[in-house]
């Protein structure tokens, strides 16, 4: 082989290897990402959470009204006392709606 070609083969090796090491890297600290998401539900206004659970506000409030969501798993009331204000747990709702209809227990 030529000298030429034997450097260039060095440099990649070199190469897969540092990015060998940046991929461990991003694994590790998309686990710690997990782990921390994991851990604590991430409460979210209704406004907030409306385009991401894919609901209007008028029917995450239907839900709650109703019982349909259970406060402390899908529901806080942040209220001072005077009209209720609400954040939602948006990985519970969307585990619920992930369910066939069938199947979601209500009450």
């Given at each position: 082989?030529s000298?030429?070609?034997?450097?260039?083969?060095e440099?990649v090796?070199e190469?897969?290897?540092?990015?060998?090491?940046?991929?461990?890297n991003?694994?590790?600290?998309l686990?710690?990402?997990s782990?921390?998401?994991?851990?604590?539900p991430?409460?979210?206004t209704?406004?907030e959470?409306?385009?991401?659970?894919?609901?209007?506000?008028?029917?995450?409030r239907?839900r709650?009204?109703?019982g349909?969501?259970?406060h402390?798993?899908?529901?806080?009331?942040?209220?001072?006392?005077?009209?209720?204000r609400?954040?939602?747990?948006?990985?519970a709702?969307?585990?619920?709606?992930?369910?066939?209809?069938e199947?979601r227990?209500y009450?």
């Open positions: 082989m000298k030429e070609l034997t450097e260039a083969l440099t090796a190469a897969s290897n540092e990015l060998v090491k940046a991929i461990a991003l694994q590790s600290c686990q710690e990402i782990k921390s998401e994991q851990s604590s991430e409460w979210m209704l406004t959470a409306s385009p991401k659970v894919g609901l209007s506000i008028r029917q995450m239907d709650i009204n109703d349909r969501w259970k402390g798993k899908h529901y806080i009331n942040v209220s001072d006392g005077m009209a209720p609400y954040r939602v747990n948006c990985r709702i969307d585990n619920v709606q992930a369910l066939p209809p199947k227990r009450r």
